[in-house]
C-alpha cells in the first residue's frame, strides 16, 4: 500500500473525510499513478540457468575454495525424483535431517510447491561474509 | 545427456591429472552392466511399490539435466575439478 492511500485511508479513519470523499481521493490517486510495469518488465534479465555456490575458507592459514555450478534444471529433475520416493523413504530423510539439526518434514513438501520453489530460485542471493569464510549462493 | 565429463587434480609438488571421460563409449562398453542395473532398479520399484516407468523417466530426467554441472574444490595447492558437458 502506498504512502498516499494510507493518508486517505487513515482520514476515513479518524472520521476527518467520508468514506464517498476516501473513495474519490482514492481514485484520483490510482489515476496519476504511473501504470504498473508488467512481471516481465521489472525483470528483464535473462532466465537465471545455474545455481551457483562460491565458498571462500581460511583455514589455519591455508585457503580454500568451493565453487559449484547446479543446472536449475538438475534441481528440478531432482524434485520430480523425489517425488516418486515412497513415504517409508522420506520418513528416513526425516530422521536423518533431524539428526544432523534440520528438522525439516519432507513428506510436508508437495511437488508443486517444490516446483514453485526451484522456479523462483533465480530470485536468491545468499551472501555471508565472515572473517574466516566468504559463502555466496546465487543464480546465473 | 552427458557427452564429457573432466577430471582435473592438481596436488602440491605434482603434476596435474587431467582426465576426459567420453560418456557415450563408456556407456556401450559398460551396457551389459546398466542393463542388470536397470533390471535391478525396476526389480526395487516393484518392492517398494513405484511405479517403475515414472521413476526410469524421473531417473533419465537427472541424468540428462547434468550437463553443465561444474563442481571445483581447493584447498591451498591443492584442487580438484569436476565438469560434466
Not at chain 1, 522420506?90 to 522456479?119: C, F
Not at chain 2, 573432466?6 to 542393463?35: C, Q
Not at chain 2, 533419465?60 to 584442487?79: F, H, K, N, Y
Request: aromatic residues 2%; neutral net charge.
Amino acid at each position: 500500500m502506498n504512502e498516499q492511500r494510507r493518508d486517505v485511508l487513515d482520514l476515513l479513519a479518524e472520521g476527518k473525510i467520508t468514506a464517498t470523499e476516501a473513495d474519490q481521493l482514492i481514485t484520483a490517486l490510482e489515476r496519476d499513478q504511473p501504470p504498473v510495469a508488467s512481471s516481465s518488465d521489472t525483470r528483464p534479465r535473462g532466465r537465471a540457468k545455474y545455481l551457483r555456490v562460491m565458498v571462500d575458507t581460511l583455514d589455519d592459514g591455508e585457503s580454500g575454495q568451493i565453487n559449484v555450478r547446479v543446472p536449475l534444471q538438475l534441481l528440478r529433475a531432482g524434485v520430480r525424483l523425489a517425488a516418486v520416493l515412497p513415504p517409508q523413504v522420506l520418513e528416513r530423510a526425516n530422521a536423518g535431517l533431524s539428526k544432523s539439526g534440520l528438522p525439516i518434514d519432507l513428506t510436508q513438501l508437495k511437488p508443486d510447491e517444490l516446483e514453485a520453489l526451484v522456479e523462483h530460485l533465480d530470485e536468491l542471493v545468499v551472501d555471508v561474509d565472515q572473517p574466516d569464510a566468504k559463502v555466496r549462493v546465487f543464480c546465473e | 545427456m552427458p557427452q564429457l565429463v573432466t577430471v582435473r587434480v592438481t596436488r602440491v609438488n605434482r603434476r596435474p591429472v587431467r582426465i576426459w571421460v567420453p560418456v557415450l563409449p563408456v556407456v556401450l562398453v559398460l551396457a551389459p552392466v546398466l542393463v542388470l542395473a536397470v533390471l535391478a532398479a525396476a526389480a526395487a520399484c516393484r518392492v517398494y511399490r513405484i511405479s517403475v516407468a515414472r521413476a526410469l523417466g524421473s531417473g533419465w530426467r537427472v541424468i540428462s539435466a547434468l550437463p553443465g554441472t561444474q563442481l571445483d574444490i581447493g584447498l591451498g595447492r591443492s584442487a580438484v575439478l569436476v565438469t560434466i558437458r
